[in-house]
């Protein structure tokens, strides 16, 4: 049977989508895209990811697989060829943890360090920079999380790649600086280099742009 | 046990996280030592294999430490194939096996114990997010298994198993501090026989406290966050609940 791929994803400035786009592009699989107007979400949409109604969700061959994360391990396990997890399970179970981090614990306290109101903001600064930390030794001097290539870490890390560095701007708050992280800046210029990354990836300004729109409240109030 | 392939298990007797990882360890037949953590004085061991969430379970494993309840049971059936696997063969079924487990964990835990830490009106809220949950979880599982019956013993328990064991095992406490009944077999009808089925299980009746502590526990939980004063409960959670330990455990299983 022709293989059939679909991703269900977010309009360009969605990272979480970009992960998927990333990973099947690494891999070499073929795959249509089916951009998700997130106001107004589909009726397949709906259907296929009925529980959390959100993107991004691949189907393969009509069988719908949600959430980001668990899609990249799907993506790793049905074409091993170009396997984005590392083989050791130590390995493995690294990728995974640092993965949940980001997901979890540092992109929430992030937020917080941008967002907080003066008088809160240097505790929620510290805290935020104290997670990054870990991060940043973690990659050492690792050209990427994967080792000498892009793998699952890299690709999940994409929000440090990318929505850091627009928030920065955005909020005018700096928390990833060259001089605190100097392993993680000079990951974020290899990670937004390399081709397949580049393709999938939004410019900087247009997402600064973008997330000035979407906060226009939020900043007025400031 | 040679040095290199000793596994430790650093943990909490009333942790529903290291339970999971005390049942998959369990069914895969692996020999370790169980290392009882004072989560209010945290050894220093701890805070080095855990530097970033400072939390138990942790896996120790040739000098290696793995974190993370899930990351953990996944690395434990990546690194020993011999005994029954925790998830199956096949890449679809991994993922919606994986997309329970992680809604389990993050919709179902997380409002249980939101009901456990509130009273009133949000209390109330909490309940029907709960069994909003719990429906949408039965016909999750309705679609997992297709129709066939999803036999549980201690030759086939998966993560999804084990993570809906961890939470729901407590089940007769929860009902009993919470005064609502979670598990009911009229509503959930396949949720409750796989809970029942699971607590007969061996091992996890041999590691699962006895009821009467998990109630102390619940209540524990309850009264520390509706009382005022966190600071005095704090001293008294760590002499209250250290003193109840694991001596429930025979002691062939510690």
Redesign the interface.
């Known amino acids: 049977m022709a293989e059939e791929v679909k991703l269900f994803g977010g309009m360009w400035a969605s990272l979480y989508s970009r992960r998927i786009e990333i990973a099947l592009k690494m891999t070499g699989v073929q795959f249509e895209f089916i951009e998700e107007d997130l106001q107004n979400k589909s009726p397949l949409l709906l259907q296929y990811n009925s529980?959390h109604k959100k993107v991004p969700v691949l189907l393969?061959n009509g069988?719908p697989?949600?959430?980001s994360l668990?899609?990249l391990?799907?993506i790793n396990?049905?074409w091993p060829d170009n396997p984005i997890l590392p083989r050791d399970?130590?390995d493995?179970?690294m990728a995974?943890?640092w993965a949940?981090?980001i997901d979890e614990?540092l992109i929430w306290v992030s937020w917080d360090a941008y967002r907080s109101k003066e008088e809160d903001q240097g505790k929620a600064i510290e805290e935020a920079c104290k997670?990054l930390k870990?991060l940043e030794n973690e990659l050492k001097e690792k050209e990427f999380f994967g080792g000498d290539t892009v793998g699952y870490l890299d690709i999940a890390a994409i929000m440090v790649a990318s929505w850091f560095g627009v928030m920065q701007e955005v909020m005018k708050v700096e928390l990833l600086t060259e001089e605190n992280f100097p392993n993680l800046c000079q990951w974020v210029e290899k990670f937004v280099d390399c081709p397949i990354v580049k393709e999938c990836l939004p410019h900087k300004e247009k997402m600064v742009e973008f997330i000035r729109v979407l906060l226009k409240d939020f900043l007025a109030s400031r | 046990m040679a040095e290199e392939n000793k596994v430790k298990l650093h943990g909490m007797w009333a942790s529903p996280y290291v339970q999971r990882v005390e049942i998959a360890l369990k069914i895969k037949g692996i020999p370790y030592e169980y290392v009882e953590e004072d989560l209010v004085n945290k050894s220093q061991l701890l805070l080095q294999y855990n530097p970033v969430h400072k939390k138990v379970p942790v896996l120790i494993h040739n000098g290696k430490s793995i974190c993370e309840s899930l990351v953990i049971l996944e690395y434990i059936d990546e690194t020993w194939k011999n005994g029954p696997p925790l998830l199956p063969q096949d890449p679809y079924k991994r993922a919606k096996v994986r997309f329970w487990t992680s809604f389990v964990e993050k919709e179902l835990l997380e409002n249980v114990l939101l009901v456990v830490r509130s009273e009133g009106e949000a209390q109330e809220k909490a309940i029907k997010v709960v069994f909003e949950k719990l429906k949408l979880l039965e016909e999750g599982l309705k679609d997992l298994f297709q129709g066939e019956t999803h036999h549980i013993d201690g030759e086939n328990m998966g993560i999804l198993d084990i993570f809906l064991c961890s939470l729901f095992g407590a089940h007769k406490a929860q009902e009993e501090v919470l005064g609502v009944k979670f598990i009911d077999p009229e509503k959930f009808p396949l949720l409750s026989s796989w809970v029942t089925a699971f607590t007969e299980v061996a091992v996890v009746k041999a590691l699962q406290p006895p009821h009467e502590k998990l109630v102390v526990v619940y209540q524990f939980l309850r009264q520390k966050a509706l009382q005022p004063s966190a600071a005095e409960v704090e001293v008294k959670e760590g002499v209250y609940v250290r003193s109840l330990s694991r001596s429930h455990l025979p002691d062939t299983l510690i």
């Open positions: 529980i393969h069988m697989i949600a959430e668990i899609i391990e799907y396990e049905t399970p130590y493995r179970a995974r943890f949940r981090f614990k997670q870990a």
